[in-house]
């Protein structure tokens, strides 16, 4: 069942959602999309399709990204591999959202997928667990970042590929970790998650 009830629209507030794909890879970047829009003024067949895009498949995904932009403010951001293996990935992950969010420029309430919030932002901004089943820029944003991390490694996957990136899209399935193992690290991989691939 879907978490979002086009009758209530009404009730969910006007806020910028945010939300990360990509940081349990064990390659490529953290991609963080902010999403900004009414949910009263979405179609209702719209919300009603938003979730979490862990719970969405390829295609359905594909089809809502664009209608999300169309339907509000998209904004997206990177946390690149050499970031991630700096400062960590949960630091990088959240300067990413910090970046997306002032990105948007717009001066509202932001919701962030997770138990963290970015710092440095000059707007009111709370944590919500499990935000991509209750807050619908949430859900939107998740979507939104996973569209434009998938086709950013199937693009990397023909440049490398014997890891099979436009499967696994970075994470570590037995194939991925097997190709590592045979060939070692690309430039993509993140030398920080090194102790992970064993």
Not at 110 to 125: E, I, M, Q
Not at 169 to 188: D, F, N
Request: include cysteine.
């Amino acid at each position: 069942m879907r978490p979002f009830d086009a009758r209530h629209a009404a009730d969910y507030p006007v806020l910028i959602g945010c939300d990360e794909v990509g940081r349990g890879a064990l390659c490529g970047p953290v991609i963080v999309a902010a999403v900004h829009f009414d949910p009263a003024a979405l179609p209702g067949d719209l919300l009603e399709a938003l979730d979490d895009s862990k719970r969405l498949d390829a295609a359905a995904r594909e089809r809502l990204a664009p209608r999300i932009a169309a339907a509000g403010r998209v904004a997206l951001a990177g946390a690149s591999r050499d970031l991630i293996d700096r400062i960590n990935v949960r630091a990088a992950t959240l300067d990413a959202m910090r970046r997306a969010v002032v990105r948007l420029g717009i001066a509202a309430e932001v919701a962030v997928d997770g138990r963290d919030v970015p710092s440095g932002l000059p707007l009111p901004c709370r944590a919500v667990v499990g935000g991509d089943r209750l807050v619908p820029q949430i859900a939107a944003s998740s979507i939104v970042a996973k569209v434009a991390r998938d086709r950013l490694m199937r693009a990397l996957a023909r440049r490398h590929p014997a890891y099979a990136w436009e499967r696994n899209v970075g994470y570590g399935t037995a194939a991925h970790r097997a190709a590592m193992a045979s060939l070692g690290l690309t430039r993509h991989h993140r030398l920080s998650f090194k102790s992970r691939t064993g």
